[in-house]
């Protein structure tokens, strides 16, 4: 490193001879280089918060539209009521006709169940779910809104036999 300082174009320089940087202008070109990013770091800072913020205003507006969704749905009738006795009139026939093998097992029985009767397999906190999805609700808000629930969205999935 010693023989890069000493290349072939400063030769041999005398440092005694030369005059000393000057303390002054250092310190200002250090200071300002330091009040420049400490303004640019303050800025980008600011605008940092100021996307956040917007962002978390536009989450909190859909979480009140969401909130407001689900107020409506559960005042509806079809929805927050026992279901329609025409289906349940429908699986119950259904299940009269079809006839079960003497032997089964608990996971023939669980897949024979199924097919049966669908509503019974449906467990009860993913049953407004799946009552979300028969009214309209897109099912990727719906699997999103389960989720957030801590419940399994392919539980949904299986359910609704997409």
Known sequence: MHDNLTSPVSGNINYDSMAALQQ????AFVNHFILTT???LNNFAKQCEQKLMCYENKLEKINASLVLLETRLSSLPEISGPEPTLINQQFETESENT???EA???AEEKTTDVEENPTQ???P???RFVKMVHVGVPLQAVKLKVSLEGLDPNEL???LKV
Not at 24 to 27: A, D, P, S
Request: net charge neutral; proline share 5%.
């Open 125 to 127: 906190e993913y049953m």
């Open 24 to 27: 002054k202008r250092t310190l």
């Open 104 to 106: 089964t097992t608990d």
């Open 121 to 123: 397999t449906i467990k």
């Open 99 to 101: 006839t079960q093998p």
């Open 38 to 40: 400490v303004q640019f």
């Open 157 to 159: 999935d299986i359910i």
